[in-house]
């Protein structure tokens, strides 16, 4: 998307928004309540200010509704399932038309789901889709299966695995288990990657075995965080990688897991160059653009969250008039309880010389800020 199409399709539906609501009031994302009318309050609650991606998106959505007209309570809770959950009551009792949450346990919020159901609360599953209620109205999300199917190709592409090259030093790596995208990350690229695990040309030197569904788990870590993942590389290759032996491939599921990794790599003496291991990604993160310039990481995998944002505003306009809340997958994501209906969108490959067209041009970043 042209950054002159998003600034218009923005202006429209701004003037549609405020066709719903003549009020608007700033928000304090910290505070606990909000100036001006409620009556059309929209509550927007985010996982954590730790990763770059959320402050992003928080700040998008929030600043799109603003705009258009709506009353808005933005919240983020520190990676902390019960000040999220405190959160949410918090919003339900100033009667919010809608709730937009990005859950940081999918598993952990049907209690309080209730609570907005029986207050006629509609719930959008922000890109990470909440697990176990009934009360989960809409899912609006990136392709997150085919997220990882990108990573695996691009592996597969890059160590010509389809012409039988191989054997190559592999360590996969999945995102936190209390999170429901990271078995699709996960699963999208493993399904390209298993058979070669399975012929020999991928080995696993820390023996890391996935073998059934729920395996991923194993290779998880716990809140997307860097260091765990730097931690966890240092400890793989201090325990198998000796005698000369290298690792050659990283499967890293996100940004934040790769920046821990490759900083693991470099302190252990691994420098940029032709033998540098390749590291996959996700997210497009400023720290994590900069290591694919200087050539610390091979790709990510680019999920614009204005998309998401743009497209998650549209469904909230839809849900407050009244009208068809536009959605793309009816199929795919079962909660436990239902399908919930879904919008997905398209993510993008990032490698170093594509940076400029789809990053800078799109207005995503500016040349300034990522040095070139």
């Given at each position: 998307?042209?950054?002159n199409?998003?600034?218009?399709?923005?202006?429209?539906?701004?003037?549609?928004?405020?066709?719903?609501?003549?009020?608007?009031?700033?928000?304090?994302?910290?505070?606990?309540?909000?100036?001006?009318?409620?009556?059309?309050?929209?509550?927007?609650?985010?996982?954590?200010?730790?990763?770059?991606?959320?402050?992003?998106?928080?700040?998008?959505?929030?600043?799109?509704l603003?705009?258009?007209?709506?009353?808005?309570?933005?919240?983020?809770?520190?990676n902390?399932?019960?000040?999220?959950?405190?959160?949410?009551?918090?919003?339900?009792?100033?009667?919010?038309?809608?709730?937009?949450?990005?859950?940081?346990?999918?598993?952990?919020?049907?209690?309080?789901?209730?609570?907005?159901?029986?207050?006629?609360?509609?719930?959008?599953?922000?890109?990470?889709?909440?697990n176990?209620?009934?009360?989960?109205?809409?899912?609006?999300?990136?392709?997150?299966?085919?997220?990882?199917?990108?990573?695996?190709?691009?592996?597969?592409?890059?160590?010509?695995?389809?012409?039988?090259?191989?054997?190559?030093?592999?360590?996969?790596?999945?995102?936190?288990?209390?999170?429901?995208?990271?078995?699709?990350?996960?699963?999208?690229?493993?399904?390209?990657?298993?058979?070669?695990?399975?012929?020999?040309?991928?080995?696993?030197?820390s023996?890391?075995?996935?073998?059934?569904?729920?395996?991923?788990?194993?290779?998880?870590?716990?809140g997307w965080?860097?260091?765990?993942?730097?931690?966890e590389?240092?400890?793989?290759?201090n325990?198998?990688?000796?005698?000369?032996?290298?690792?050659?491939?990283?499967?890293?599921?996100?940004?934040?897991?790769?920046?821990?990794?490759?900083?693991?790599?470099?302190?252990?003496?691994?420098?940029?160059?032709?033998?540098?291991?390749?590291?996959?990604?996700?997210d497009?993160?400023?720290?994590?653009?900069?290591?694919?310039?200087?050539?610390?990481?091979a790709?990510?995998?680019w999920?614009d969250?204005?998309?998401?944002?743009?497209?998650?505003?549209?469904?909230?306009?839809?849900?407050?008039?009244?009208?068809?809340?536009?959605?793309?997958?009816?199929k795919t994501y079962?909660?436990?309880?239902?399908?919930?209906?879904?919008?997905?969108?398209?993510?993008?490959?990032?490698?170093?010389?594509?940076?400029k067209?789809?990053?800078?041009?799109?207005?995503?970043?500016?040349a300034?800020?990522?040095?070139?």
């Amino acid at each position: 998307m042209s950054k002159n199409f998003r600034v218009l399709a923005s202006v429209a539906l701004a003037a549609s928004l405020a066709a719903t609501s003549a009020c608007s009031s700033t928000r304090d994302e910290s505070s606990s309540s909000t100036g001006g009318s409620t009556s059309n309050l929209i509550g927007i609650a985010m996982p954590t200010r730790s990763l770059e991606r959320w402050n992003n998106d928080g700040a998008h959505l929030d600043g799109l509704l603003k705009k258009a007209g709506y009353t808005t309570s933005l919240q983020y809770a520190d990676n902390k399932v019960d000040q999220q959950i405190t959160q949410l009551e918090n919003m339900i009792n100033q009667n919010p038309k809608v709730l937009v949450v990005a859950s940081i346990d999918g598993t952990a919020l049907g209690p309080v789901l209730d609570k907005a159901a029986k207050a006629n609360v509609k719930v959008i599953a922000y890109d990470r889709l909440i697990n176990g209620s009934p009360n989960v109205d809409y899912y609006a999300t990136f392709d997150n299966y085919l997220v990882g199917k990108l990573q695996g190709q691009f592996i597969e592409e890059k160590l010509g695995l389809k012409d039988g090259k191989g054997p190559f030093n592999l360590e996969p790596f999945a995102g936190s288990s209390d999170d429901n995208n990271a078995k699709f990350f996960f699963n999208g690229a493993w399904d390209v990657l298993k058979p070669y695990v399975e012929s020999g040309k991928l080995v696993i030197p820390s023996g890391k075995k996935i073998a059934g569904e729920e395996d991923w788990k194993t290779v998880s870590i716990t809140g997307w965080k860097s260091e765990t993942a730097q931690a966890e590389m240092d400890n793989r290759i201090n325990s198998f990688y000796t005698g000369g032996k290298k690792v050659n491939v990283v499967l890293s599921p996100n940004d934040s897991l790769a920046l821990g990794i490759a900083q693991s790599l470099e302190s252990k003496g691994y420098k940029p160059g032709a033998d540098y291991p390749i590291i996959t990604g996700q997210d497009a993160d400023l720290a994590n653009v900069k290591n694919i310039i200087a050539d610390k990481q091979a790709m990510t995998v680019w999920k614009d969250t204005r998309t998401l944002g743009d497209q998650v505003a549209k469904m909230v306009d839809a849900i407050v008039k009244g009208g068809t809340v536009e959605t793309n997958d009816t199929k795919t994501y079962n909660n436990g309880v239902k399908v919930v209906p879904a919008y997905l969108l398209p993510p993008v490959v990032v490698v170093k010389d594509e940076i400029k067209a789809k990053l800078v041009d799109s207005g995503f970043y500016t040349a300034d800020k990522l040095g070139l």
